[in-house]
């Protein structure tokens, strides 16, 4: 005995025979309904009915949130050496410094729990492939972590007594991690970029650029949010928060079918956003802030958080746009559009 | 010991699935469902961590004297696609841990005791073979049966084909058993048969090469696959830009500011 079906589902069937019989009248003809539309068959045009023919990126949302913490702590690295050497801020280097080990402690602990276990993470030390920019990173940020956590240590240290050189191996261990953390900023770009996936290797010789970016934007608004308000990293952050707007906009005005998942659907949307919040939006701020002597502690902390919250944004955009990517086979397989309802452009 | 192919011809594929069967029973690799797919008779729909061949079945129309009892019915163009044991392998380059490595036989083997769940050679494979088993974490991919080559037995896939569409032996003898093939084809009046052995990309030539039943693409083959390590230079040259301009605008921003 078949039941009726009822609610929802009961409500879409009648509509669909509504659908039908006034299709009936009106042409004597009817189609598919939508879901079909879009159903492929094997053929030189569409491919294998329109099945990905790349695989998806597997990795657990701990990847994204890796490229975020990395890149911070990097740059903090960086501008704790800088900070050294220009004999500028003491408090602020060591606040940097701090960033970075934390950073350097947190990035493992991310990669462990998107591994599964501690031990799988050693296995990457197993051997060193130049070759491998996952090889490459992974020891970075071994060397990295170690050199930052060293750096904190010595640096307290170095605060509280005098222990003859104790200050030249700070100093050491500030430089090693500035330029390892160089690496571990950028390098994340190279990792996704040398790869299969069509919307990240077309973007191979920007997205170190743009995780660089990001990166040293993050650090210089973590070390603001701290409440440090030295003018040299407003300077950083408008800096970085200028390119950004530069490459929100040329991301935008690329319009190839490669770059489709950078400006539609989820994972376009993602971007859009993010290139905002660790864009335009910041940089009004900060001008903001200029003009109004008595806003600007305000403004420069409202223009941190937009730019710590766009630059997360960023790096999980990007992930996402990949996951889009691997799905559309039309690129590898070389296809003329349109293979996909193109139903998404009117988003936007 | 000899350098070994697949050469694997979807005009002799009757679409029976034994290659399947075989390859799930002597690697002990996992069921994963027997539900149809929606599109013909495909119920694996691509390769991955638990599917090492997988039969595609792609619906060609019927060409008079090419098959096909009535002209309004479609042929089949039915292939058995696995890992392509590429000469320059994306997944092997891309392994951080050393797990995936290449065979005396030439094929490229993913050692699962090594694999460390990175997952960076499921993004770096130009072909979609290789995937993370999510339930335990590893990559898995077609061994080439390494085990069953190193005692000189053919792989369980070719063994097990009832009609010899899998092929399996020497590489340059198969090339030129393939070449023959297509001639004979083309002589008998095939005239959408393909070889499918990309040489002339970044990827230079595979252990496993197709001919098929009309445009590999509709096999979900690529035309153009390109090894991943090729975009390196590139990568690492606007890496170094990168932190060129994270170091001089860090500098600036310091010794630009000059009032504390
Ligand atoms: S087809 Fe993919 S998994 Fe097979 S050897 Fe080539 S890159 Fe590796």
Redesign the pocket.
């Known amino acids: 005995m078949s039941t009726s079906p009822r609610g929802e589902e009961r409500e879409q069937r009648e509509r669909r025979l509504e659908e039908i019989r006034r299709q009936a009248q009106e042409h004597a003809l009817i189609p598919f309904p939508d879901e079909h539309e879009n159903s492929f068959e094997a053929s030189a045009e569409n491919g294998y009915y329109g099945m990905p023919l790349l695989k998806r990126p597997q990795w657990t949302v701990e990847i994204p949130i890796y490229f975020f913490v990395g890149g911070a702590a990097g740059a903090a690295a960086l501008i704790a050496a800088v900070g050294e050497i220009s004999n500028k801020d003491r408090d602020l280097v060591r606040d940097a410094q701090w960033l970075a080990a934390i950073g350097g402690i947190i990035s493992p602990a991310l990669l462990i729990s998107d591994l599964g276990m501690p031990s799988r993470f050693l296995a990457m030390l197993r051997v060193f492939k130049v070759r491998s920019p996952m090889s490459v990173g992974s020891w970075t940020l071994v060397a990295f972590s170690n050199a930052a956590v060293a750096s904190a240590v010595l640096g307290e240290l170095r605060r509280r007594r005098s222990i003859p050189g104790v200050p030249v191996l700070t100093r050491v261990s500030q430089i090693a991690t500035a330029l390892t953390g160089l690496v571990l900023a950028t390098y994340t770009g190279v990792l996704i970029g040398a790869t299969a996936i069509p919307v990240w290797n077309e973007h191979i010789s920007s997205l170190p650029v743009h995780f660089a970016t990001s990166g040293l934007l993050t650090a210089a608004s973590i070390l603001e949010l701290k409440g440090h308000d030295s003018e040299a990293l407003n300077k950083i952050a408008m800096m970085a928060a200028t390119l950004e707007t530069v490459m929100g906009a040329t991301i935008e005005m690329r319009t190839t079918r490669v770059e489709e998942p950078l400006r539609h659907g989820i994972s376009g949307r993602a971007m859009r956003g993010a290139g905002l919040l660790s864009g335009p939006v910041p940089l009004a701020l900060r001008a903001l802030g200029m003009l109004s002597k008595k806003n600007k502690p305000t403004l420069r902390r409202a223009a941190a958080l937009s730019s710590i919250v766009g630059s997360m944004l960023t790096r999980w955009a990007w992930i996402k746009a990949g996951h889009a990517s691997a799905e559309d086979p039309r690129v590898p397989l070389q296809l003329e559009p349109p293979a996909r309802s193109q139903k998404d452009e009117s988003l936007f | 010991m000899s350098v070994t192919a697949f050469l694997t011809d979807s005009t002799l594929c009757i679409g029976c699935k034994a290659c399947e069967v075989a390859c799930k029973e002597w690697n002990q690799v996992s069921n994963d469902g027997l539900d149809w797919r929606g599109f013909s008779y495909d119920n694996t729909a691509a390769l991955g961590h638990s599917t090492w061949r997988h039969v595609a079945f792609v619906e060609n129309t019927a060409h008079p004297g090419q098959g096909g009892n009535a002209p309004e019915a479609f042929t089949w163009g039915m292939l058995s696609d696995v ?4 000469e320059n ?4 380059e891309a392994c951080p841990t050393g797990a ?1 490595v290449r065979t005396e036989f030439g094929g ?1 083997y993913l050692q699962p005791d090594v694999c460390n769940g990175c997952a960076y ?1 499921v993004v ?4 979609g ?2 995937e993370r088993n999510p339930a335990e974490g590893r990559a898995f ?2 061994t080439f049966c390494y085990d069953r080559q190193k005692d000189g037995l053919k792989p369980a896939c070719a063994t097990a084909c009832p009609t010899e569409s899998i092929k399996f032996g020497d590489i340059e003898d198969l090339r030129e058993e393939a070449v023959r093939r297509m001639n004979h084809l083309h002589s008998a009046g095939f005239r959408d048969v393909h070889l499918y052995d990309p040489q002339h990309t970044s ?1 230079g030539g ?1 252990h496993a090469f197709f001919i098929t039943r009309g445009d590999p693409r509709a096999y979900n083959l690529p035309p153009n696959p390109e090894v991943p390590t090729s975009y390196l230079r590139k990568g690492w040259i606007s890496a170094g830009i990168a932190a060129g301009l994270m170091l001089a605008g860090t500098l600036f921003a310091f010794y630009g500011s000059n009032h504390e």
């Open positions: 890992c392509k044991h590429c392998a994306g997944c092997l995936l490229v050679c770096a494979c130009p072909f073979v290789v991919k077609c990827v595979v």
